[in-house]
């Protein structure tokens, strides 16, 4: 019975795994069977406003809860608002202060996919199913959010190459394991993601709503 047990974890984690690789892709595969209809392309723009202001707060909320850190909130406005004062600083600074900010943003949620991949990594140990569901949900939107900001400005290749590197990242940190998600608390971590948290919500409500706009007008 108890290797029954053991066995039924760890397919429970394999599952839990699998479908955290290939929920970002759902997400890119959603907002193209979506975005080719005209009602739809709002439909996506609105939902992307909704659902990365909620991402952040999942994201951010319970460790300044939990560690009783409100000032994360402010690193998260930090994140927001240092990007805008450089543009206002120099006009001429904005493309690449918008192109900074992406790389930024995606640089942070590559390694928050890398620790998730450490701790859903297959083994025998089991997993909490509403850890491994909010894993797994998240990660839909995440892949949409990546694509609507990328896809515009980059292209198809680029865009496919971040949504993609962050399936790369959750296999590298399966890969290492334990270790990498060791060093997640403690060590400043909630910080650097915090700030990333903020530079999201800057590149979708300034660069996202500015290119999907003169998107939406030359479509039009």
């Not at 996506?44 to 909320?61: M, R, S």
Request: hydrophobic content about 50%; overall charge negative; charged content about 15%.
């Amino acid at each position: 019975m108890p290797h029954f047990r053991a066995f039924s974890d760890a397919n429970e984690r394999v599952t839990y795994f699998a479908a955290a690789l290939a929920s970002p892709i759902l997400g890119v595969l959603l907002y193209r069977s979506l975005h080719g209809r005209d009602r739809a392309v709002r439909l996506v723009d609105g939902f992307v406003y909704v659902a990365v202001p909620v991402l952040v707060a999942i994201q951010v909320l319970p460790e300044a809860i939990e560690d009783r850190a409100p000032w994360l909130l402010l690193v998260v406005a930090a994140g927001a608002l240092v990007p805008t004062a450089f543009e206002r600083a120099s006009r001429s600074l904005a493309d690449y202060t918008d192109n900074l900010t992406i790389l930024v943003s995606l640089s942070g949620l590559i390694v928050h996919a890398g620790l998730e991949g450490a701790l859903l990594a297959p083994g025998v140990s089991p997993i909490d199913p509403a850890f491994g569901w909010a894993v797994v949900l998240h990660r839909i939107p995440l892949g949409l959010v990546i694509w609507w900001l990328v896809r515009p400005r980059h292209g198809t290749a680029l865009a496919a190459a971040a949504v993609g590197s962050l399936v790369l990242a959750t296999l590298v940190g399966a890969f290492v394991g334990g270790e990498l998600s060791g060093h997640s608390h403690g060590s400043g971590f909630e910080y650097l993601e915090a700030f990333v948290a903020g530079t999201l919500l800057h590149v979708v409500f300034h660069q996202g709503r500015h290119d999907h706009t003169h998107g939406h007008d030359h479509v039009h």
